[in-house]
Structure formats: C-alpha cells, structure tokens
C-alpha cells in the first residue's frame, strides 16, 4: 500500500475514533432527582439464588413489595396464611438482611392474583361467581391477609389488578352483568376497611388500564405497570409517548400524586418482520411475527403472550449488559445494532438480522440510563414516584438502583453534563479533522521536499 493512503486511511480511522468516544461519553447522564417513592418488588416465590450474595437490596427503596406466594398457591383452598408460614424461610433471610443493613423501607405483602379466566373462578373471593363479602372463603381469604399483615410486622398490603395486559378474558360470571371491576374494587374496599383501624397501608397494582369506580380513599397510591406495552401492538414495551397516553387516562380516576410508575429492569424480544427496520422502528410499526413457539437462542426465559399470536422473551438488564459495552452501555457487540429512539418513546433498543433471512429481525426494547432520565423527569411532573418490577433484575452493585437514587457507584457510569454538548462533540471533531490534515500537509510537504532534493541531486550528477 502506498504510503498517504495509509496515512490518510489512519487519520480517517482517528476521526472515526475520536467522533465515537465523544458520542460515548455524552450519553453517561448525571443522574436525575430522587423520587419520593422507590418501591421494590421482591418475588421471593420465584428466587433460588440468594439475597446478599446474588443481588442485594438498595437503602433507597421506601417500599419493598413482598411477593410470598404465586397466584397458583392460593387457588388450593389452604388460604394464605398457611401457605404463608410454609415459605417462612425467604421471609427470614429478608428479614435478617433489612436489620444487618439497617434498611428502613416499609414492608408490603404483595398479593398476585391469577390473570387466566378459569382459574380467577378458583380463587376463594370470586368461588361463587360473584363477590359475597359474607361468604366463609372470602371472609377467610381476607382474614388470612390480615394475620399475615400483624403477626409478620407489615407495613400493608399491595393488591395487583389482573386486568393488566391485553387478551385477558374476564371471568364467565353467572352475573354477567356484574363488571369484572367492579368485583374487584368491593374486594378492595373490604380489605381497605380491615386495614385501616390497624394503620396499614392498601396499595394497587394495576396496568395500562384503570379501575372503573376505584375509590382514592381507600388506597395509598396505585403502582402502574406501564411496560409490555408490546403484546400485541406494533409499539416498544415501555415507550413515554404511550405512557404519557396511560397516565392521562388515569388522571380521571386518581390524583397524580396517588400514581406510582412501574418499570422493568430488562428488556422484552420480539421477532419483527420489516423491509426497513430503521424506519419501522422510528415509526413505531413494529410487524409481529405469528407463531406461538418462536426460538430466542440467547434468552433463557420465554414470557407467555396473553393474546397466543406470537412469542417474547425477556432479558434481565444484567445478561443484556452482556451485549452492550461499558461504561456508558450505548453501543453493542455484534450481531446487534444498538440505537435510542429519541423520536416517540425515549427507549434504548437493540436489534439484529435472522441468520439468513434479511426481511425478520429480533428486536428488543429496554429501559437504560437514558431512557429512565426520561421517565424520572416525566415522574417529577406527573407522578410520585417509581416501581421496580424485580429487583433482583439489576447488575452488580445495584447500578441503575444506584442512578434512580441519584448516587453513583464504581461499577456506574461517569457523570457528565445533562445536556448533550453538540458543540463539543462537532469542535473536538472538526478540532482533530484539522490537526491530522496540517500533519498530512507536514509530511506530504516533507517528502515534496526531499523529492526536490532527490531530483536537485540527480539532476547535478
Ligand atoms: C396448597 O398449596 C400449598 C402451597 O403450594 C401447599 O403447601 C398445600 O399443601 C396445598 N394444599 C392442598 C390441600 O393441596
Ligand atoms: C447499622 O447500624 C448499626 C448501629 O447504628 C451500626 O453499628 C452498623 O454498622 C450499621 N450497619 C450498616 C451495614 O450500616
Ligand atoms: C388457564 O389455566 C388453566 C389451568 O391452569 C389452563 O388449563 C387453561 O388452558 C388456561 N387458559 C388460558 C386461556 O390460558
Ligand atoms: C386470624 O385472626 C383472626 C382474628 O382477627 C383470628 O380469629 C384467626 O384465628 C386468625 N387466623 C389465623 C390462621 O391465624
Ligand atoms: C398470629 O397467628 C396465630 C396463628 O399462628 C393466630 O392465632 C393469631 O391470632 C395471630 N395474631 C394476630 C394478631 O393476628
Ligand atoms: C361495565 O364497564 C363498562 C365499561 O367500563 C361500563 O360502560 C358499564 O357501564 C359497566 N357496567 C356496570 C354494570 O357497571
Ligand atoms: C371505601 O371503603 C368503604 C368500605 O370499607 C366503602 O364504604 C367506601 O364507599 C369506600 N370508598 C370511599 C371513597 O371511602
Ligand atoms: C408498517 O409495516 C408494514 C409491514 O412491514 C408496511 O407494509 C407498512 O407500509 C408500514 N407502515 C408505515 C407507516 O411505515
Ligand atoms: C429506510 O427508510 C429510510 C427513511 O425512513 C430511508 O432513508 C432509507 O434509505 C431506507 N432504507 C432502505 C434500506 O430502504
Ligand atoms: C443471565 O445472567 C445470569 C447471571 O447473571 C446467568 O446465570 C445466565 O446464564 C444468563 N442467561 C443468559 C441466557 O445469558
Ligand atoms: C392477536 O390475537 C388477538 C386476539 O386474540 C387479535 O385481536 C389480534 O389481531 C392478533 N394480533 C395479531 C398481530 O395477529
Ligand atoms: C451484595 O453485597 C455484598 C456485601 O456488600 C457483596 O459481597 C456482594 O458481592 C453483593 N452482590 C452483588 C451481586 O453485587
């Protein structure tokens, strides 16, 4: 190769370099303000790896929701308490761990209810086809709760709405005039005017969908889980254009301040298929791929999709950080392609080809420390605080734990200045554009000049 188009080659490759570490660095964002409340989910159900060692908790949580039992254990008629005290051994690591680490959040008992039709018929309060406060199963079922709340030191109890997703198919009640809602929010109030005389707290957790005929006086605050805005749309799971939409809907039922935003420490996948993925992507026309057991190779957990048109997946933000490259996470390493949609939703994604077939793509949209900048200065304004899915989701030392808390860690990113610095961005370029061409200009004159002596040389022999 000739020597200036290496040289010219090298000094594009620095430009190149230079242009990338500035785009890099810009996105490591300072992070935003605190909310007032953080509430955790802690699905102890579910966990076999072990607090302290595999995860730990954050001192920033104000409310950490205990999940001792799937919806499944309470369909058998034992009732809660009873299965309650066979999982004691989860509730005493945690309960351990809260004193060692002198955490001071409050403790909720969160209550998962089952989201499938038939077995929602199986659960004790809705036995008989209706709600019947005086019936002996559903006077038991919420005795049971209670008991849990006082012998355990609760600070409350948190109900989730099953209604959250789309497809769910409401309950074939003998009354079928009777609302689905309107069931579960005498339920509710039941359970709320067992609380109350104890000073314990009733929280809501509810989806893109509100509660018809809620009452705000009953509960604390409702936890929206505004994610897998996915299933069965063309949209990013967790998009802020489609979350600003939820929450106005909400805003008719209850005040801002009584609205707490759910995320998700991870990203949903999803096949597409699409001749422009770019422009699917900012337009938001995301084509699923129908099949109900579609593969992920590089995701271990498959999530069910409600409407059984096609198949996601989920990856937790720590084995998506296996794709994306410290310290800042806004680049990945092949075969993905990383972008953040600054257009709609304000979310990260990834994507990359199927081997083979250029028209279908796996797609995967997350939350990351852009897009939770977004959502916290959106909670500022409209809301009062932020859920956490799972927060055994998160990466080693707690690093977007540590972002929305506003501390920073080793293992987070450097803060830099909140507003991207275009200017610096384009001076640093332009800046080492000039300094590799006078160089160029340096040893190309150099050379001329020898050249000139060289044939000054010759000519005189
Ligand atoms: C009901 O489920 C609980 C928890 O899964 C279990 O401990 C209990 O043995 C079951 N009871 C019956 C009667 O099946
Ligand atoms: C918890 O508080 C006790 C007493 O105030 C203190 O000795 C201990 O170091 C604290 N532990 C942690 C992990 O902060
Ligand atoms: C609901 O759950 C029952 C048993 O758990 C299962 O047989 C049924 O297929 C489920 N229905 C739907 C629509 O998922
Ligand atoms: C729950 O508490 C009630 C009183 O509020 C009591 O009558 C009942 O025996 C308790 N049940 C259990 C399982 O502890
Ligand atoms: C605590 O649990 C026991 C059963 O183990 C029950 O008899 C008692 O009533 C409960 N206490 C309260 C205050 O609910
Ligand atoms: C049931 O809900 C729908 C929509 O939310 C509402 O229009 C209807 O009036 C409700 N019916 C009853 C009986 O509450
Ligand atoms: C709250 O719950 C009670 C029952 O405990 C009910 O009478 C009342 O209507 C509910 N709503 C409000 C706004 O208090
Ligand atoms: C959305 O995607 C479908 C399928 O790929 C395509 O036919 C359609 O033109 C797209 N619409 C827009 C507005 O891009
Ligand atoms: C995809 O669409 C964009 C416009 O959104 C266009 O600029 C680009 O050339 C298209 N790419 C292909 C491969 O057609
Ligand atoms: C996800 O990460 C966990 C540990 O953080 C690891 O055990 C697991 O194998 C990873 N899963 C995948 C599919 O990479
Ligand atoms: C998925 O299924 C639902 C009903 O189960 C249907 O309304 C919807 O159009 C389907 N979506 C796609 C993308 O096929
Ligand atoms: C959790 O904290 C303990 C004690 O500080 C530490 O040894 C452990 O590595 C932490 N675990 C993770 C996954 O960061």
Redesign the pocket.
């Known amino acids: 190769m000739n020597i200036y188009k290496l040289i010219i080659l090298l000094s594009y490759g620095f430009v190149l370099l230079v242009t990338k570490h500035k785009a890099l660095s810009q996105s490591c964002i300072t992070p935003p303000t605190k909310p007032n409340i953080i509430v955790g989910y802690y699905p102890a159900f579910k966990l076999n790896s072990k607090l302290g060692i595999d995860y730990n908790i954050s001192s920033s949580i104000t409310h950490l929701n205990y999940i001792a039992f799937s919806p499944n254990d309470l369909l058998n008629g034992t009732g809660p308490f009873q299965v309650f005290q066979n999982k004691l051994d989860k509730f005493n690591d945690l309960t351990l761990y809260k004193n060692k680490n002198n955490l001071t959040f409050k403790l909720i008992l969160s209550v998962l209810l089952p989201v499938n039709a038939s077995d929602f018929i199986k659960f004790p309060p809705l036995r008989t086809g209706t709600y019947l406060p005086t019936d002996q199963q559903t006077k038991k079922f919420i005795d049971d709760l209670t008991n849990i709340t006082t012998n355990y030191s609760f600070h409350g109890i948190d109900i989730e709405y099953p209604y959250k997703l789309p497809c769910f198919q409401q309950p074939t009640l003998p009354q079928q005039q009777i609302n689905f809602s309107t069931i579960f929010v005498q339920f509710l109030?039941?359970v709320?005017?067992r609380l109350k005389p104890l000073n314990k707290l009733l929280t809501v957790t509810a989806g893109q969908y509100p509660i018809d005929g809620i009452?705000?006086?009953?509960i604390s605050f409702i936890n929206i889980q505004a994610f897998h805005l996915n299933i069965n749309s063309a949209y990013s799971s967790a998009g802020i254009d489609n979350i600003q939409k939820i929450f106005s809907r909400w805003y008719n039922y209850v005040d801002k301040l009584q609205l707490v935003l759910g995320v998700e420490f991870g990203g949903v996948v999803e096949s597409v298929i699409s001749n422009n993925i770019t422009k699917d992507i900012e337009n938001q026309n995301l084509t699923l791929v129908s099949g109900s057991n579609l593969k992920f190779p590089f995701a271990a957990e498959i999530i069910d999709d409600p409407c059984k048109n096609t198949s996601y997946a989920y990856l937790p933000w720590k084995n998506l950080t296996t794709f994306l490259s410290p310290p800042c996470y806004t680049s990945a390493s092949s075969p993905w392609i990383y972008g953040f949609d600054n257009l709609k939703t304000k979310q990260s994604y990834i994507y990359q080809q199927y081997p083979g077939v250029s028209t279908q793509f796996y797609y995967v949209s997350y939350d990351d420390f852009q897009s939770l900048k977004y959502k916290l200065d959106f909670i500022k304004e409209n809301a009062s605080g932020i859920a956490i899915a799972d927060v055994t989701r998160d990466f080693d030392n707690l690093m977007l734990m540590n972002f929305i808390s506003g501390n920073i860690t080793p293992n987070s990113p450097s803060p830099e200045n909140t507003t991207p610095n275009i200017g610096a961005i384009v001076g640093g370029t332009i800046g080492a554009w000039i300094l590799i061409n006078v160089l160029l200009v340096l040893i190309l004159f150099r050379r001329y000049l020898k050249k000139k002596q060289y044939e000054g040389v010759a000519q005189m022999y």
Do not use: K
């Open positions: 109030n039941d709320s005017s009452s705000p006086a009953n």
